[in-house]
């Protein structure tokens, strides 16, 4: 059974600050995801990754994935109030329907 | 081109009662996906349905089901309501090998 843990739960940082969410998954799979999703909202996709070594980058965060060590990490750079959200990482099957989502960590980004 | 649709957005139902949710996928897009979300389990699949037949079913009860037409919109159905079932259910869709897109999602809510 694949499971995908994301780690922290809940992050509460500064504005100005750089910082990394984790997303530890059990089995081996073709793509990673991220979303994002504000309070009452539906999801937002961010990032998808296919390959080991693949490196997104977009606007103050950055998702890159490690398929060996079956890790992805999305690195917020220099963090603004509006990145305040929950992101959920996302691992597909390998039949390619079914996604597994983490936990999610809800960001928070004081002025 | 317009996104994911599912109706209705929110809904009010009582124990016992059954529930109807739609979803209209993006065109082109055969495979829809549900997923309940909920603040004790997450996001969990419920099932996939693709060219009208299912592919892959989460690990709920029989009380929920779905269904696919012809021209890819998608049902699911809740039987039997549990004040447990009260969650936001999203419906995402794709092309073969894309990104799922999610749709605004249906919040129910089970008195």
């Known amino acids: 059974e694949l499971k995908v843990e994301q780690n922290p739960l809940f992050l509460s940082m500064q504005e100005g600050k750089n910082y990394t969410i984790y997303c530890n998954y059990s089995?081996?799979?073709?793509?990673l995801y991220w979303y994002r999703q504000d309070p009452g909202k539906s999801l937002e996709s961010l990032f998808v990754?296919?390959?080991?070594?693949a490196v997104k980058q977009e606007g103050r965060l950055m998702a890159s994935l490690d398929t060996k060590a079956r890790l992805s990490t999305l690195h917020i750079t220099a963090a603004v109030h509006d990145l305040s959200a929950t992101y959920f990482c996302a691992v597909v099957n390998n039949a390619g329907n079914m996604l597994t989502f983490g936990g999610g960590t809800r960001l928070m980004v004081k002025p | 081109k317009a996104g994911v649709t599912q109706t209705p957005r929110y809904l009010i139902k009582t124990r016992g009662q059954q529930v109807t949710l739609s979803c209209s996928p993006i065109s082109g897009h055969r495979s829809v996906s549900w997923y309940q979300q909920t603040p004790g389990q997450g996001l969990q699949f419920l099932f996939e349905y693709f060219s009208e037949t299912q592919r892959n079913k989460g690990n709920f009860p029989g009380r929920f089901s779905g269904r696919q037409f012809s021209n890819s919109r998608s049902e699911m159905n809740v039987s039997t309501l549990e004040l447990g079932d009260s969650a936001l259910y999203l419906c995402a869709t794709r092309t073969a090998q894309e990104t799922q897109y999610f749709g605004p999602g249906t919040r129910l809510l089970v008195l």
């Open positions: 089995t081996t799979s073709d793509r």
């Open positions: 990754l296919l390959s080991n070594g």
